[in-house]
């Protein structure tokens, strides 16, 4: 009997986790690049799956995080132990470009070999080049002007409305 159990494979029990995490507005594609690199290297090394990635994009924060009032959100999801969890965390407090990070336990004792990771590939961040800049804390508060360079002149904004004085 104790060979029978000896023989067979013992299961690997895991977690299933999501974490997001919020990257400075203006980073650059390659630090971004670096980070998820960064989080897929901790993954590989610890015995890890990812089961979804997904690049929510340029979003505003709820409340400004480090004088920044936008920024990039990533999600991804994936099947690890509570180790995985805090060496990911470890690494994503002591990289630059990441303002804020959370993950969460969505489900206790998954089996490991159960899991596929088919589409769970990070993207690469580009930047819209028609996106307003951020604005400043005076701006925001109305203490500076905001530069629109788009933005109609007092006479085109008459043609448009139509409304013109007799």
């Known amino acids: 009997m104790a060979e029978k159990?000896?023989?067979t494979p013992a299961?690997?029990?895991?977690?299933?986790?999501?974490?997001?995490y919020i990257l400075r507005p203006d980073v650059d594609p390659d630090e971004a690049e670096k980070?998820?690199?960064r989080i897929k290297d901790v993954m590989e090394t610890a015995g890890g799956k990812f089961t979804e990635v997904d690049l929510w994009g340029k979003r505003r924060l709820a409340y400004p995080i480090k004088k920044f009032t936008r920024g990039i959100y990533v999600y991804y999801?994936?099947?690890?132990n509570t180790?995985?969890?805090?060496?990911?965390e470890r690494n994503l407090r002591l990289l630059e470009p990441v303002i804020r990070y959370q993950t969460v336990k969505l489900r206790d004792f998954m089996e490991l070999g159960e899991v596929s990771a088919d589409a769970a590939n990070?993207?690469?961040?580009?930047?819209?080049e028609n996106e307003a800049p951020e604005l400043t804390k005076a701006q925001r508060l109305g203490l500076e002007a905001i530069d629109r360079g788009d933005a109609p002149s007092e006479e085109e904004?008459?043609?448009l409305t139509g409304s013109e004085e007799e």
């Open 157 to 159: 904004g008459q043609e």
């Open 122 to 128: 990070f993207e690469r961040i580009e930047h819209d």
């Open 11 to 20: 299961k690997k029990w895991a977690r299933e986790y999501e974490t997001v």
């Open 83 to 88: 180790e995985i969890v805090a060496e990911q």
């Open 5 to 7: 159990t000896l023989s």
């Open 77 to 80: 999801k994936f099947v690890g």
């Open 35 to 37: 980070v998820a690199g």
